[in-house]
């Protein structure tokens, strides 16, 4: 059927032209969104699921942190470190320590009043490597081939892990 065919039908079905009835020709051959427009709405649609499953992580990190402060109460577990218990088909292991921070600078000044016995800080010397990105991408562009070749045996490059962070718009 043509187009045409289809709108004298309808005209004729309901007897009402086109102009009165108020439809225009999008809504009787149901054209559906561009894909610009279907874009922009599966855009909206996956940051808006995103967004509430960042906000429902962020609940269950709350509970999860009062369950386990209640399991250790539960457990009567009050020494510093670890611990495993059984109940029903679970094994629990419970672990508690304490984070220790060093003041740097001020450790520096008063390190020498610490009698070497009881200093518990190890100074030790890092040797790092990093690959620095930037140079790894002009190599990239301007070295040779055997270079190109030794760089890619050295350091091969992999996909680093996606991270999609949502914050308010301005």
Known sequence: MSKQELIDTVKEAFGVTLAN????????F???????????RELDDKLSHLDKINYEIA???GIKEKLESRVKELFNHEKIGQSTYRHGKYGVVITTGYNYKLNKSEYEV?????????????VTEKVEYKVNPSLYKHAEEYADNETLRLLSELMPKEDSKLNVVLKAAV
């Open 59 to 61: 609940q269950l990190r």
């Open 21 to 28: 009835s108020g439809l225009t020709m999008d809504d009787i």
């Open 110 to 122: 008063m390190k020498g009043f610490i009698p070497a016995e009881f200093n518990p800080v190890v």
């Open 30 to 40: 149901e054209r559906g969104p561009s894909p610009e427009e279907a874009r922009i």
